[in-house]
C-alpha cells in the first residue's frame, strides 16, 4: 500500500526520466557531429565501417548510429531528415524536447 513506483514520483514531480535524458543528450551530439565538416575525425568515424576483421559470435553490439536511428523511430522523426534538422536549431529543439 505504501509503494510508490519511480514512474509516478517522475509523473508528480514532473522531471524527465534518466533514458529521456540519454536520448536528448545522444540527439545533441548527433546534431553537432552532422553539423561538422566532413574532414573531422568524429564524423568520420560515426559514417566508417571496418575494412577486416570480425565480430563475435551470437547477437552483434550496438553501434551508435543503431541507437540513433531505434530513438528517432520511437520519436517518429524520419531518418532521412537527419541533416535538415541538425541545420534547423529551433525546429530540433522543439523535437527532442
Do not use: C
Not at 508528480?12 to 575525425?41: A, Q, V
Amino acid at each position: 500500500m505504501d509503494k510508490v513506483t519511480n514512474k509516478d514520483i517522475l509523473e508528480r514531480t514532473g522531471l524527465p526520466s534518466m533514458e529521456d535524458l540519454r536520448i536528448r543528450k545522444k540527439f545533441r551530439w548527433t546534431g553537432h557531429l552532422m553539423r561538422m565538416s566532413p574532414d573531422r575525425l568524429p564524423k568520420q568515424i560515426l559514417y566508417s565501417q571496418l575494412s577486416s576483421g570480425h565480430r563475435k559470435r551470437g547477437r552483434p553490439r550496438l553501434r551508435f548510429k543503431d541507437t540513433i536511428t531505434r530513438n528517432l523511430k520511437l520519436r517518429d522523426i524520419k531518418t532521412d531528415s537527419r541533416t535538415s534538422l541538425s541545420q534547423q536549431r529551433d525546429k530540433r529543439r522543439a523535437i527532442v524536447k
